[in-house]
């Protein structure tokens, strides 16, 4: 049975140096155009909780130079809801004026980049799911790595073979390397791969790298090989996502 994956390069310019990245980088001339960097992050569900004006729920910047607050961004829907739970005994008030809104990455990055030019911007700053920044910890420091260096979301991806080629997958007649949130959903992609492809079971390993970091050297470089990184959200995501009703046709 032919294999759906292949090794592909190295990819040097996502590397361990990722990890500890500042969030949103600033933009450079060699970046990844912005509408390129949008697309890739757009399949991405992520999950903010607003005010009743739709506006983001917005807490105190204390500490950064920004002074225009910050906003979270969860990465799991559950998270968001259990924010939201503690609000309610926290700020029962508040609670009830605000909710969970699903939105794309790829829409929380065209807002900071907007945000980022005007008088007090307004900061974003992502929650990952703790069992994945756990996966994580338990990943770096199997592999000898400091894991209290390690900051951001975390994104799993897997190597192989003799020179460690990140795994790729065809998708639209083009290979694709997939970056995990989730590293059980790497894990299933990688036990179909050892079984196409036994020989290379003992080979792999899983890179843990940073979202925020990918995202700043897409904005900081303009590689060719940056066009193979696919960002895979979790399913339970895009599942929740699905399940939503589909919005009315606006009236004329």
Known sequence: MKSMFNLGAKLGIVSSAIVGSAIFGTMSAFSLPQDQIVQKLGPVPVFTITDAKGAPLVASNEGNKKEGGVAGVFINQKDAEAFVNQLKTKNPELAKTVRV??????????????????????????????????????????????????????????????????????????????????????????????????????????????????????????????NQIMLVPPKASIDFVRSLPAAQPRRK
């Open 101 to 226: 809104v699903p939105v794309s990455l790829g829409e929380v990055y065209k807002l900071d980049q907007a945000s980022s030019t005007k008088p007090n911007s307004l900061d974003f700053a992502y929650v990952p799911a703790k069992q994945q920044v756990d996966a994580a910890m338990a990943l770096l420091k199997k592999s000898g790595q400091d894991e209290k260096k390690f900051q951001g979301t975390p994104l799993f991806v897997a190597k192989a073979g003799k020179e460690k080629g990140y795994l790729t997958v065809k998708q639209a007649d083009k290979q694709v390397i997939p970056f995990f949130f989730n590293k059980e959903e790497l894990q299933t992609m990688l036990d179909k791969f050892k079984k196409q492809q036994p020989d290379l079971a003992s080979t792999v390993e899983i890179q843990v790298v940073n979202l925020e970091g990918v995202i700043e050297t897409m904005q900081s470089r303009n590689d060719t090989q940056l």
